[in-house]
């Protein structure tokens, strides 16, 4: 299925220079989401994953889904502030800006084996991000899983320990 023309470019948002990756029109269409979730929970099944751990807002959208399709929990990776119980936390670089992740402590065992999924892949700052709170937990980051990939953003490259997979490539 071609899920590339689903996905909407909205040039110069959230500010001048960025060209906007929209998924709301890809998970508007059910067919198209449903090959989304299913590839990518496809890509993951044999790595004996115990979790799919996603940030906020959007990579919950696609990561909670993947979780429920293989079976498996679910581990919320939130900004500073939601999360009530105690946290590990890490701060990152974005395409526009800077942001913070944190995770509750206890979310992972030591040796438990962690999925990362988000809808797209820029700087790699993000997961990059994600995958530090999970190895400071103890886990490990068994694969990446993304809908959309920026090649020229060199994401891959600031994760180039972990095992990659992205759906749709753009070079901006
Ligand atoms: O590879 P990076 O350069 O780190 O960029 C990718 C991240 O940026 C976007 O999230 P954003 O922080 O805009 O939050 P949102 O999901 O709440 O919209 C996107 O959903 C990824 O999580
Ligand atoms: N160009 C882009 N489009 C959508 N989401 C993003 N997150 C970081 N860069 C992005």
Redesign the pocket.
Known sequence: MDISDKIRIIEDF?KKGISFKDITTLIRDGEAFKYVINTMADNLKDKNIKYIAA?????FILGSAVAYAMGVGFIPIR?PGKLPGETISYE??????K?ELVMHTDAIDIGERVAIV????????????LAKIVEKAGGIVAAMEFLIE?EE?N?RELNSEYEINSLVKYNV
Do not use: C, F, I
């Open positions: 959230p940030p906020e807002a959007r990579g900004k990152y670089d974005l395409e526009y800006g942001d988000d809808d797209l892949l820029a700087t790699g700052g993000t997961v990059n991000a920026l953003l994401g």
